[in-house]
């Protein structure tokens, strides 16, 4: 069974910093390029960043840009969010999955991001 899961989420400060860590089960990621999204209260899920199957290219959300960075490592099925300069806008449940179809597997439970001002 495919799964994700998402972890390291919490309250934090503004300004304060956070790491997510996505691990992938039952199924190699190492071909895909994999993304965060996020979903704000009354919001849609959206973008935040992806990274290229092989790491070496990355994009982010204009929001995030400069703050946020994306890193992966295919030994561990695992991929990485370093969130810094955390602010209130940031504030959602964060997923990650394939980029840029969401089809790697079905979408996990995400890591709550809480920042308080």
């Known amino acids: 069974q495919v799964q994700l899961v998402e972890s390291g989420g919490g309250l934090v400060q503004a300004g304060g910093s956070l790491r997510l860590s996505c691990a992938a089960y039952?199924?190699?990621?190492?071909?895909?390029?994999m993304g965060w999204f996020r979903q704000a209260p009354g919001k849609e899920r959206e973008f935040v960043a992806s990274?290229?199957?092989?790491?070496?290219?990355?994009s982010y959300a204009d929001s995030v840009k400069g703050r946020f960075t994306i890193s992966r490592d295919n030994a561990k099925n695992t991929v990485y969010l370093h969130l810094n300069s955390l602010k209130p806008e940031d504030t959602a449940v964060y997923y990650c999955?394939?980029?840029?179809?969401?089809?790697?597997?079905?979408w996990g439970q995400g890591t709550q991001v809480t920042v308080s001002s």
């Open positions: 999955n394939s980029y840029p179809k969401g089809d790697f597997g079905s």
């Open positions: 039952g199924r190699t990621f190492s071909t895909y390029a």
């Open positions: 990274i290229s199957w092989n790491g070496y290219s990355t």
